[in-house]
């Protein structure tokens, strides 16, 4: 199971780099608004470091938004979903391995890119550190729940509207608790409860979510 998992998740990243358009326009969103933020509002330093991983993280969430909203099409139109749900190997591994392939080509390049960000923006190392992990933990159910919810509109031609509507109430909790941990690491106060209660989002969300992921497509492709 571990080389079939390894392989589709080898496969998925070939693809994912071939479509060069799939990652790196997350990618290229994302440093715009962190960089167009000072212009919106002022250069002031001190507002910027309070202010600055907020926005990270609201980019962070649109980019997430942006670049699951065609994954599973493509496999849709040339019968790949159709070859996976047939396949003997567990569905729910074959969508886990393509989740990761997913979360590693479009999540992990804007986490890489959070430090020379927060440097830009003068934040101190801690507080680079601490929004970096909460990224770490938070990105998975962005991409998760996302995929989830591309999933529910498979059959739909126009599904944008819907599919925004669909994963930004879902999300918004991941968004507050991401942000709060990060604040509170400002203000000199603990941050172990919302890491904690992030961290077990995450852990129920990489649980739960790819066999819900697998049973609905196996839903829409029939």
């Not at 649109?62 to 599973?72: D, E, G, M, Q, R």
């Not at 509170?184 to 992921?213: D, E, H, Y």
Request: charged content about 10%.
């Amino acid at each position: 199971m571990l080389k079939t998992f390894w392989f589709v998740f080898y496969m998925e990243m070939l693809l994912l780099f071939r479509r060069s358009q799939e990652w790196l326009y997350p990618l290229g969103f994302f440093v715009m608004v962190v960089c167009l933020f000072p212009l919106a509002f002022t250069p002031d330093v001190l507002f910027l470091q309070k202010y600055v991983p907020g926005c990270i993280w609201i980019a962070a969430l649109l980019a997430s938004l942006l670049s699951v909203s065609h994954l599973f099409f493509s496999d849709l139109e040339d019968n790949c979903l159709d070859q996976l749900v047939l396949s003997d190997t567990s569905l729910t591994l074959l969508m886990s391995a393509k989740l990761c392939a997913q979360w590693v080509a479009t999540e992990l390049p804007l986490i890489v890119l959070t430090p020379l960000l927060g440097l830009l923006f003068q934040l101190s190392l801690m507080n680079i550190g601490v929004l970096c992990l909460s990224l770490l933990l938070g990105t998975p159910i962005l991409t998760l729940v996302g995929s989830l919810c591309v999933t529910l509109t498979l059959g739909l031609r126009q599904q944008g509207v819907l599919l925004g509507l669909l994963i930004l109430p879902l999300v918004t909790p991941v968004l507050i608790f991401g942000v709060m941990i990060v604040q509170q690491a400002q203000a000199g106060f603990s941050i172990a409860g919302p890491l904690a209660f992030l961290a077990g989002l995450c852990v129920l969300a990489m649980t739960l979510l790819p066999w819900a992921i697998a049973s609905t497509v196996k839903v829409g492709v029939d």
